[in-house]
């Protein structure tokens, strides 16, 4: 059973717009949620980060928000820039006996085009 | 510039070879983890690491061996390893304390089994 789910394999925008992608999950014990961007032939790189306790997280061009009743989270990009075209994962985290588990999405490829 | 810095990049191998990959991080990080990823999939937590001392072992196969010498190394050791076991396999490090943290991920170590 998936427990977080990136239902969009792929998204296209133009530049300059606003890209948002999505993230579902099912543990409910999840209370620490990332997103990675991953290039090709390289490892993830850790892009933003929401803990349970906040619906909303800001760092420059990038913004998390996450509905905790709708077991849900989304990641804007604003605007979007060419050099953003990556695969971008969802990731949650459980807290298991005080070593953390990280659980991903199989992934959205993002497409900014010029 | 990844801060987990992992080797060899590329790894050929036999099914009765022994070969180990190494992970080296000199954040001060305390928690290391292993993870694989297979083609097209997310990455797949393996085992995690805590102070040195193993916390989270998936029910990884035992011809996968981790092994935390001190804080700044993680290995994972190769024995008899079967073709499906061919994948990414990725090293992250995290700070331990109070509030979560993000995994930093090295860019892996491509591993082929013949």
């Known amino acids: ?114 | 510039d990844t801060e987990v810095t992992q080797t060899p990049k590329h790894l050929v191998m036999g099914m009765t070879n022994k070969k180990s990959l190494k992970c080296e991080q000199h954040m001060g990080h305390r928690a290391m983890y292993w993870y694989k990823q297979k083609a097209k999939k997310p990455p797949e937590l393996m085992f995690v690491y805590s102070y040195e001392k193993l916390s989270i072992n998936e029910s990884v196969p035992s011809r996968f061996s981790p092994e935390c010498p001190n804080s700044s190394l993680l290995n994972l050791h190769l024995h008899a390893l079967q073709p499906e076991d061919s994948a990414l396999y990725l090293c992250a490090s995290s700070q331990r304390g109070e509030v979560h943290q993000p995994q930093h991920f090295g860019d892996g170590t491509r591993l082929s089994i013949l």
């Open chain 1, 1 to 114: 059973d998936q427990q977080v789910k990136q239902n969009s394999p792929s998204l296209s925008v133009q530049e300059g717009r606003i890209s948002i992608l999505n993230c579902d999950y099912t543990n409910s014990m999840f209370d620490y949620f990332l997103w990675y961007k991953k290039y090709p032939a390289e490892g993830p790189t850790f892009l933003i980060s929401i803990s349970s306790i906040k619906d909303k997280n800001e760092d420059g061009r990038f913004t998390v928000f996450l509905n905790k009743s709708a077991k849900h989270l989304s990641l804007h990009i604003v605007p979007s820039q060419p050099g953003d075209s990556a695969v971008y994962f969802c990731a949650a985290s459980e807290d298991q006996g005080g070593s953390e588990k990280l659980v991903f999405g199989k992934g959205t490829k993002l497409t900014v085009n010029p």
